[in-house]
């Protein structure tokens, strides 16, 4: 993310991320009847969300892309083509299927520049 080269938006997302590994790391804010048995999928879900949360609290969310207006059914359409073709080329690289998938790449390809 661009906005952690700022030196201080990067020290308070590192402080903030500090703060929570401890709170996260405190045993005594474990729930677990049983601490000797850490569920690794539970502890990476608790990291993940931590690290999530931090960055949207201290950083800021990422900006949605901007819809393409050009791309349509028509658009979709060819788009779906292609990928079926990559899928037969890969299942069985024959010398009919590199073909149809070349000539799927290029329509696809002159279809979305003519929309453009």
Not at 16 to 31: C, Q, Y
Not at 72 to 81: A, F, G, N, P, R
Request: charged letters at 35%; one cysteine or more.
């Amino acid at each position: 993310m661009k906005r952690l080269n700022n030196p201080s938006i990067k020290a308070d997302y590192q402080l903030e991320l500090s703060n929570r590994f401890e709170i996260l790391a405190d045993p005594s804010n474990n729930n677990d009847d049983d601490n000797n048995e850490i569920d690794v999928s539970k502890m990476w879900e608790a990291i993940r969300e931590t690290i999530r949360s931090a960055a949207k609290e201290r950083v800021g969310g990422k900006k949605q892309q901007k819809n393409k207006p050009w791309f349509d059914e028509e658009c979709l359409t060819l788009h779906e083509e292609r990928k079926q073709a990559r899928q037969r080329w890969i299942s069985n690289k024959s010398q009919a299927n590199t073909n149809h998938y070349s000539n799927a790449k290029r329509n696809t390809t002159l279809g979305f520049i003519n929309k453009k």
